[in-house]
């Protein structure tokens, strides 16, 4: 099902939007993209983030974004954009915590929004999703630069599946987990930046 405007030019409600990602729509996941920014930007601000941290924490806002458009439940009767903010929130919160640790130092090496953007010669997030060209280039160069432990911890974490359920899934380690996902940001850096 292909996100199409109502007819009256009205633009369909964030629960349509969400509706039409749960039937394979990906179009629907951009234009939520599109709404949310604002909300991320203004959560980074709330919580001073600012420089090299900042475009780090809105890339992990942006994929507690698409975990909320996953587990969105409109059954229980609360709005998504309530729902999408305090994943949000949650998110960058954590983050933040997270990078007062050790372990943080290591992960400054992710790539970033921008740098994402740059390794796909778009203009905008929206072209990113939309340039299927762009994404098998993409997917080529994890194929060929990652192990084939490092590509399924990859994709699984992308699936939203926690450290827990990944060493679950694989029969590895947490920290093997953990250390599998460092090597992916310190490769596909050191990739994409070429």
């Known amino acids: 099902m ?15 939007l969400v509706r039409a990602y749960h039937q394979g729509d990906n179009t629907s996941f951009v234009e939520l993209i599109s709404r949310y920014l604002d909300l991320i930007d203004a959560k980074l601000t709330q919580f001073h983030c600012s420089g090299a941290e900042r475009e780090d ?10 975990n909320a458009v996953k587990l969105y439940d ?27 640790t050790k372990k943080a130092r290591l992960l400054s090496d992710a790539v970033s929004i921008d740098e994402a953007k740059e390794i796909a010669v778009q203009e905008n997030p929206e072209d990113l999703y939309i340039d299927q060209e762009g994404y098998h280039v993409m997917l080529g160069k994890i194929e060929v630069n990652l192990s084939e ?5 990859l994709f699984s974490y992308l699936d939203g599946n926690s450290y827990a359920q990944i060493s679950t ?26």
Do not use: I, W, Y
Request: proline share 2%; net charge positive.
């Open 149 to 153: 432990f490092e590509k399924n911890v």
């Open 57 to 66: 924490v809105k890339q992990e806002a942006l994929m507690a974004l698409l």
């Open 74 to 100: 409109p059954g229980k009767e609360t709005r998504f954009s309530t729902f999408a903010s305090r994943c949000v929130e949650n998110s960058v919160l954590r983050s933040l915590q997270h990078r007062n």
């Open 169 to 194: 899934q694989f029969g590895a380690s947490q920290k093997s987990v953990d250390n599998a996902l460092q090597r992916v940001r310190r490769k596909l850096k050191t990739v994409f930046s070429k």
């Open 2 to 16: 292909a996100f199409r405007p109502k007819k009256n030019g009205h633009a369909n409600s964030d629960e349509e």
